[in-house]
């Protein structure tokens, strides 16, 4: 069997959806067949590893709205071509194709421009509220990675729920910890928070108010470590913190790489989640690889994945996260106790389960 795999919207390997890329991808290589990986321009040399064949879209496609442009209206053609039997598109909330020879599977990860007024500019949201439903339902199969991303495709796409594939992600495996980060930002003893710098979806200021609300002793015994990207509208967060009474005890680490992620979560004290909506949430499983004891919001994908092995909190209450923070540093037993679940938890998640899944739709294809 042939696949067209689609790799746009990147994101420059600086996102979750990255991740997402590069792990299913790398499962891709375990299976029989044969595939053809689709990529922007400047994620050639990250999945050159795989040693797949490639179709590269020209540079001047690389950047977000011409990446869509070209993704809608000139990748369709390639599926002209008898040798592809399936495309399969990881970033399916992100990048469509106008039409299609073969059959189309989807992968939505998230619909959170729905959930989060202010999350994109009006034109962006006009394209999201508008043509993004119609060109989703011109998928053969919609994957959602959560059960939360599941109902708001049928909510807002009208979609019937059994049509939508449930397909949980898999829980990352990060490489041996480089720790040369902690000795770079002198850190010691740290509350961590893993997310791109997204205001206000991912709730830094959120955040930031109940890191300030803790008694003192905390505040003075424990760094708020902050790691991620700069995204677009990143400036309130930088701005609130830059003005905070805490501002010299709060860390931002920017983008880091794998191996300095992996010393982050390994010598944090707790790991904090307080996003205001997430299509799945890989860092909390990441988290728990690491024996991390977590708190997390208690909305959307969130409760899915924590289950019963975090805290859960109002994330508009930073009364609400600044307690469940308070609980987990001052009660050992119950930390303890979150992680013991945390490691009975993460084994519900595969990457091999997960591309099993989309290569049985694949192959359903190939049969009819």
Known sequence: MNILVSCMGYDSGKSGISS????VVREFKNTPYHYTLILENDSVNDFSPMKMETIVAPKLFSKSLMGMIWHMLILPFYTLKK???VIIILAASRRYLAFSRIPQIGIIHDLSPYRIKGKYDPLRMFYLKKLQPWLGRQLDSIVAISQSTRDDIARYWHIPVDKITLNYNGSNTLP???TH???KFNLRQYILYVSRLEHPGKNHIGLFKAYETLPPDLQQKYQLVIAGAEWKGFEPIKEYASKSRQRKRIIFTGFVSAAELAALYKNASIFVFPSFSEGFGLPLLEAMNFEIPCACSNCT???EIAADAALLFDPSSPAEIQ???QQILLHPSLAQELVKRGNKQKTLFSWKKHVDT?????LSYQKR
Do not use: E, F, G, V
């Not at 997402?20 to 792990?23: A, D, I, L, P």
């Open 301 to 303: 994908s969130m409760i």
């Open 323 to 325: 307690n469940s923070i």
């Open 181 to 183: 980060i902690l000795q």
């Open 176 to 178: 041996p910890p480089d």
């Open 83 to 85: 040798k592809y039997d």
């Open 20 to 23: 997402y890329m590069t792990n």
């Open 358 to 362: 989309l290569l049985r739709l694949a």
